[in-house]
């Protein structure tokens, strides 16, 4: 390469780097506010990051998820070539091209050093502004920031017995579950924040205002009503108390009760909900095992392919109609594995597990190579606590299926792995 080219090869590669910080600071800020912002600035991002490919290969590498994410795209499209094909659309909810925020975040995230903890702090407060929005919206049924944009109001009063009826937190999100388990995943970021600044000589300014945002955060998560995000974000606590020690492990939990049992105490729709976790005769649980049994059906008469990806709305009916036809809900499973297995098959539901086991081991391996006081060991146990509940919380629910929530895991996913890779631990180590 000549001295024109290698000059005019750099100049791109800083002018994608440029293009690169800035589109990732506005997925950022985006990030818990608007959907289409998001898209936006991931796509310039995704471009500049292939500039950079071209100009400067040296500077990318292969990510630990080439081959599981590989695999499981390859099963969503033998799902698609084999399954149900007088059935099979590609008009789904949520495709898996989500996944590429992981390899944009995976490279972009882990040159930006010290600023990538101003990132985080960034979007933490953009979070805590819609959490003090969603609250408010729970105690006055006041939904203005759908309105705002010419749509429709989105909040709407939980069906509990007599006066035990509240207004549900929606947010901006078109379903509150999604917007609890997006909620899941900026707590455990406040919560990994805050126990790592304890104890390390951070200011009682600083404490008080990390632990405020864990408070506003969880507060957020109990009015959303997601009996799914609660079991999800107890099963995460109990994580984080493992990562953390015995101590933690019971103050956490202490906290948790406490939380939940005032809340329960002042909130009669909120006990009403916690009773109707184990209520058999609940009609949301009733739904939820009447879907659960067709989606087996499903999976049954297509054991290895599946339905067909993004194909269970098209398909369920004719299941559901042959033992209910006055049911209503006929668009999902309720279950983020049971509506992966009936539409991609075994096939599907293999490289989904391989891909989870994969993306653990990875964050458990870069968690014990860092020290508990660097920034990258509280966002690898800030992703580890937030994706186990978001696992657990995903049996009842599919969350995963919004383009929202899926944006959210598959970035800081990226940013954890990326930052902590093996690089940036032989830069610790010298």
Known sequence: MSAEDRAAADRAAAGAHAVRVFALWAFVIAMPLNLLAMTAAIGLAAAATLVLFVTR????????????????LLA?????????????VFDSAMSWWPCLVFFVAFFGTREEGRRLERFFDVLLAVAAVLAVYSIVQHFTGIDWFNTLLGGEPRVHRHVLAGEAQRWVAVGRYDRHSNHAFAVLFFLSLALAQALGRTGSGASWRELALRWGLVALFGVELVVTYVRAAWLGAAIGVL???????????????????????????ASPSIRAKLLTVFDPQYE????????????LEMAADHPLFGIGWGNYQAVCPEYIDRV??????????????LNLVAETGLCGALAFVFLWI?????LIRRLRARPPGEFEHRLLTAVIVGLTAFLVGSITTDAMYNGDVSFVLWFLLGAALGRAGPAQQREATS
């Open 284 to 295: 949301a649980n009733q739904h939820r095992i009447f879907l659960w049994e067709r989606s």
């Open 57 to 72: 290969r040296g500077e990318l590498s292969r990510t630990p998820l080439d081959l599981p994410i590989g695999l499981l």
């Open 324 to 337: 209910d036809p006055e049911f209503p809900y006929k668009f999902r499973a309720h279950s983020l594995y």
């Open 239 to 265: 994580v984080l108390g493992a990562i953390r020690g015995r101590r933690t492990l019971l103050a956490l939990m202490l906290a948790g009760a406490v939380v939940f049992g005032a809340a329960g105490a």
């Open 358 to 362: 994969v993306v653990f081991r990875e």
């Open 76 to 88: 969503v499209g033998l799902s698609l070539a084999l399954g149900r094909s007088d059935a099979v």
